[in-house]
């Protein structure tokens, strides 16, 4: 394969992988969410919830989940 076939290739698998990320995002806001969060037990506050119905922690829990999942 030359370089322009190997470029092609990876631009269509860049594309297969942006496409596929927007349809799991698209799923998790589908997704019915939680009263309680999935980290600390706590309550998932009724303005998150209706924010965010498929939220699955609170505001706290998932800051922090944000954060320690950027530093990987």
Same mark, same amino acid.
């Given at each position: 394969m !030359?370089? !322009?076939a190997l470029f092609d290739l990876a631009e269509i698998r860049a594309e297969e992988e942006r496409e *596929?990320?927007?349809?799991?995002?698209g799923a998790a806001l589908k997704r019915t969410g !939680?009263?309680?969060c999935d980290d600390c037990g706590g309550e998932i506050a009724e303005t998150r919830? $209706? *924010?965010l119905?498929? *939220?699955? $922690?609170c505001i706290h829990c998932q800051e922090h989940f944000e954060l320690h999942a950027k530093g990987r």
């Open positions: !030359n370089g !322009n *596929a990320e927007i349809k799991r995002a !939680n009263t309680e919830r $209706r *924010a119905p498929s *939220a699955r $922690r």
